[in-house]
């Protein structure tokens, strides 16, 4: 589990003006919050914060005026055009908690390949202590016979961890590929046979 400190400054000025000087000064405005703690509004350097939530539920030690808390980080907000990290929610955290969260599904192994494989769900919602969340999950696709699926139960979860997705829930299916291409032609071939019956002139 990663766990990664940034040096942050408090907030005291609120607006859409002050989130903008925020951001040209190189600063992402965000918000920690939980355990029933007043709300405190901090400013994080961007590119630091940026390179460290390349890492899925990564903790964040906060460090504000020489105190440090431990987060996770909630909600993300991007600017719609650039992408650009906007703003930040982050919870608080206490070693040894439980955390409800989404944890990403890679997946292993040899499948038939005359099928073809559909990627339904790329994460799992998952319990576990908030310093123990793993960074992905493994699902072995070994032997995945066209035609089956694989779901949230079938994923082999590594101590500690909980299950709380639906155990039902479809991770992968491999689909028959004669299946599958004979879809594809025949929605074709019914546009065509159409088509002169709707071109055909009114009398």
């Not at 405005?29 to 709300?39: E, F, M, N, R």
Request: hydrophobic share 45%; aromatic share 2%.
């Amino acid at each position: 589990m990663a766990e990664i400190t940034i040096n942050g400054t408090a907030r005291t000025e609120f607006g859409k003006g002050a989130s903008r000087r925020d951001r040209r000064a190189g600063l992402v405005p965000g918000v920690i919050y939980g355990h029933g703690s007043a709300p405190q509004h901090v400013a994080l350097p961007l590119r630091e914060l940026g390179a460290a939530l390349k890492t899925s539920n990564v903790l964040l030690d906060i460090v504000v005026d020489g105190k440090t808390e431990l987060t996770l980080p909630k909600s993300v907000t991007r600017n719609p055009l650039t992408g650009v990290l906007a703003h930040i929610d982050l919870v608080l955290v206490r070693r040894g908690e439980k955390v409800i969260v989404e944890v990403p599904i890679h997946t292993s192994g040899e499948y038939d390949r005359d099928g073809i494989l559909e990627h339904n769900s790329n994460t799992i919602e998952v319990e576990v202590e908030a310093t123990s969340i793993p960074a992905f999950i493994e699902l072995d696709i070994t032997g995945l016979a066209a035609g089956k699926s694989l779901y949230a139960k079938d994923v082999n979860l590594p101590a500690g961890v909980v299950l709380i997705s639906d155990p039902m829930m479809t991770v992968v299916h491999l689909s028959e590929r004669s299946a599958a291409v004979a879809e594809e032609t025949a929605a074709p071939a019914a546009d065509a046979a159409a088509a002169p019956a709707a071109e055909a002139p009114k009398e």
